[in-house]
């Protein structure tokens, strides 16, 4: 039996019912899914739907107007320093202090996190990311793609169980998104859980175990990428969005509908 199905461990994440609101406007409005142990589940939906509103409640950036979230079990509002021990955060645009290289920022994180740092261990995660040589730049002398790879590997400094990434491929080569796919990947494989937000279909399709499509702060449907494919092939509004065979994508189109948001 794998962990994911074993009764005795809770889910890494349980979203109850949640609501989100700014000032009087509700823009997360009784979302509720769950993310089992090693899960990679990814969170679908049109621009302004309510995803970065989303993780913001489960990170203890924005106090939900109603709802209940438990990570590993553990009340986020009850018990906040205890859940966020179990997190790690890459919000959709990363940015970190300006006047610190690199190497400094791993060694900050690292102390603000518990983890003890070594010189030689920061330059061997620096490596294995492929930034040794940048070791002595600021973050916004990264490129695009350098400055996603150290946020995420920022993010896991201290093997948080479940990560939360906003949009972590957006504006990435496709070689650097391959190679965080398959960072990704191995963070799974070491029992972690990933929520990530992506508005990419392939993405969704290529790495996450399941997916949610929320719209309007609701969510509409929540699957596998072939399970949400087949339980809406038939359903007019995806016909309708199809070029012949249906695809998540057609999906996403059919139940969110085609106009653009804010
Ligand atoms: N701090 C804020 N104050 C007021 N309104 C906000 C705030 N943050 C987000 N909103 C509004 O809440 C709604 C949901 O925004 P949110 O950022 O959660 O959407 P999203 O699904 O992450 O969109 P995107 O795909 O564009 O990142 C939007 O209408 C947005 O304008
Ligand atoms: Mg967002």
């Not at 990428?225 to 012949?244: C, F, K, Q, S, Y």
Request: a neutral charge; charged letters at 20%.
């Amino acid at each position: 039996m794998s962990d994911a199905d074993s009764p005795t461990l809770p889910p890494v994440l349980e979203v109850h019912d949640l609501r989100v609101a700014y000032g009087q406007r509700t823009v997360v409005d009784g979302v509720g899914f769950q993310i089992r142990r090693g899960e990679i589940f990814g969170l679908l939906g049109p621009n302004g739907a309510g995803k970065t509103s989303t993780l913001s409640a489960i990170e203890g950036l924005v106090r939900p107007k109603s709802g209940r979230l438990l990570v590993n079990g553990v009340d986020v509002q009850q018990h906040p320093l205890e859940a966020k021990a179990l997190l790690g955060v890459q919000l959709q645009s990363s940015s970190f202090q300006a006047e610190l290289t690199i190497g400094q920022i791993a060694r900050l994180y690292g102390g603000l996190y518990g983890v003890r740092l070594s010189r030689e261990r920061i330059v061997a995660s620096l490596r294995a990311i492929g930034l040794d040589e940048e070791r002595g730049k600021r973050f916004s002398q990264l490129s695009g793609g350098q400055q996603q790879r150290l946020a995420l590997y920022i993010a896991t400094i201290h093997k948080p169980l479940l990560l939360l990434l906003d949009e972590p491929t957006a504006g990435l080569d496709p070689q650097s998104r391959r190679g965080l796919w398959y960072r990704i990947e191995q963070l799974r494989g070491e029992g972690r859980s990933i929520l990530l937000t992506t508005h990419s279909m392939e993405e969704a399709q290529a790495v996450c175990d399941r997916v949610a499509i929320i719209d309007r702060g609701t969510l509409l449907t929540v699957g596998t990428p072939a399970g949400l494919i087949e339980n809406h092939r038939n359903d007019p509004r995806v016909l309708a969005a199809a070029h012949g065979t249906v695809t998540l994508e057609d999906v996403f189109i059919g139940l969110t509908g085609s106009e653009i948001r804010d």
